[in-house]
């Protein structure tokens, strides 16, 4: 069963608070590295969790032009709906 | 801002992580006493960061094969062995190799991160996948983004997680290129290879192994983890390196495919570089054979490794989950990391500091390997260090 885009930034919202600063408001604006300050690889595990939630996989080399959440939650929803 | 500014505001807060009395990466060694002792400033240091697992970086037999090559071939091949032909010693090195795994096709490469690059990148096509392990080299990684294809990683050593990516990827899984470690090198583990063979026949995928940690330490006669899996026949392609058991700089990619050798004409990463010096071809041949006949050496180095580890597991430091030659001394905070580093140094002992992003999981490590030239006092020596050590390490 494929998600809706609400369903899919809510989630990555979730995930992304409870490894973000205490009281960090996450919007789909929220930028990955300059804001929440992950490095590649903590983006790279916080997507293998989100993997798993879904049931889909995101290639490494489509998150080049990602750098917002929004941007991720657009990403992963495009995939979502392209699973057979 | 201008592009210099740019970097510069970029690694500035790199700078800020860094004590400024001590280098801590890239530390400048005097003079060499051994294969595991130098001179670092004024000192007299102990070497416990090397991947000098046999100690072989002195042996007489490999010191006077280089010195007769330099004399004999000169100091440089000058360029690509493509270009400016490949001397006969290269090809005998390959051919070794190529035995030794008793493959049919071996290629070298001047560096082992090229050896990966090479490969991955001469092999991959951009409508192919890669299925990687999580805790892979840079070197990997690197290759896998040379190559445009989809690039899928799967949990450290978990072959669910894994088997789970090649259900997905239907039909193209056939297509999929799976990658992993004999011995992870930040914290020294090993892949479960037997399953991963498994999975990759079930699902008519190819398999690549790097050795690079696990060459000359697992298997009887030191081929890896292929070995020791009894797996050997079922692997596609093994790469490793000659920088760490054999003691030089170099790399290697054997295979029974005949693919293999059309690597030498689409690989940039062989093409556009220059092969390997004479002396550190025939260095890396008596190497080779030492390392063959290692035994003796193995069985050393295993036990220096299991004494370490298990003391420090004894003293309660959190390591990675299996003993071996790579021991990963596993922190929360990077400030912890760098007082212990230089504590450590500070009483006669050089590991390395590893920091995040170059860390699984968020964490810093400090990174001991061991080697079978290590003497019973020098892993005393470490074991009581580490002992004292303990009370500064409150979330070990
Ligand atoms: C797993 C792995 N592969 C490849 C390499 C690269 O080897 P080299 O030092 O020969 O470039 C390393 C070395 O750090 C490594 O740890």
Redesign the pocket.
């Known amino acids: 069963m494929a998600h809706t885009y609400d369903q899919i930034f809510q989630t990555l919202q979730g995930i992304l608070e409870k490894v973000s600063v205490r009281g960090t408001v996450i919007t789909p604006e929220t930028g990955l590295t300059d804001q929440l300050k992950m490095d590649s690889m903590k983006v790279l595990d916080i997507i293998m969790e989100i993997e798993d939630e879904l049931d889909i996989s995101v290639p490494m080399n489509n998150l080049v032009d990602v750098n917002t959440v929004g941007e991720l939650a657009q990403l992963l929803f495009e995939l979502d709906t392209s699973k057979s | 801002m201008n592009l210099l500014e740019e970097f510069a505001a970029r690694h500035a807060h790199k700078k800020l992580l860094l004590p400024e009395d001590v280098q801590i990466f890239g530390a400048q060694i005097e003079k060499l006493y051994s294969s595991t002792e130098a001179k670092i400033g004024d000192r007299r240091i102990t070497l416990f960061g090397t991947n000098n697992y046999l100690g072989l970086t002195f042996a007489p037999q490999c010191l006077e094969a280089a010195h007769r090559a330099i004399d004999e071939e000169g100091t440089g091949t000058t360029g690509s062995r493509l270009a400016n032909g490949s001397y006969s010693n290269h090809y005998l090195l390959e051919k070794e190799f190529a035995d030794f795994y008793r493959c049919e096709h071996c290629i070298i490469f001047s ?3 090229q050896a ?1 690059l090479g490969l991955i990148s001469g092999l991959i096509d951009s409508k192919d996948v890669i299925l990687l392990d999580a805790h892979c ?1 840079a ?1 990997i990684y690197d290759g896998c983004s040379m190559t445009g294809a989809d690039v899928i990683r799967f949990r450290h050593n978990d072959t669910v997680n894994m088997e789970k990516r090649l259900q997905r990827l239907g039909d193209r899984a056939q297509s999929t290129l799976i990658i992993v ?1 004999g011995i992870y ?1 930040m914290l020294g583990d090993t892949a479960p290879l037997q399953e991963i063979v498994r999975l990759k026949q079930k699902y008519g995928a190819t398999l690549l192994v ?1 050795e ?2 696990s060459l000359g330490v697992l298997g009887e006669t030191g081929q890896g983890l292929v070995e020791q899996a009894g797996v050997l026949d079922q692997v596609d392609f093994i790469t490793g ?3 760490k058991s054999l003691g030089n ?3 290697y990619c054997v295979s029974n495919h005949p693919q293999l050798d059309m690597i030498r004409y689409v690989s940039r990463p062989y093409i556009f570089t220059a092969s390997s010096s004479p002396a550190t071809i025939a260095a890396t041949r008596a190497a080779l054979v030492l390392l063959r006949e290692g035994q003796a050496l193995r069985k050393t180095l295993w036990q220096h490794s299991r004494f370490l580890y298990s003391k420090l597991d004894e003293l309660g430091y959190t390591l990675g989950p299996e003993p071996g030659p790579v021991i990963a001394v596993v922190l929360d905070s990077h400030t912890l990391a760098i007082d212990l580093w230089r504590r450590l140094l500070d009483n006669g002992i050089y590991t390395n500091l590893v920091l995040p992003p170059a860390t699984p999981d968020d964490k810093s490590l400090i990174r001991c390997s061991i080697s079978a030239a290590h003497t019973t006092e020098q892993l005393e020596h470490i074991a009581d260090v580490f002992s004292q050590l303990r009370k500064y390490v409150t979330d070990a």
Do not use: K, L, M, P
């Open positions: 560096t082992g991160y990966n080299h070197s470690e090198s790097d690079a940690h390196t000659f920088s700089i170099g790399g």
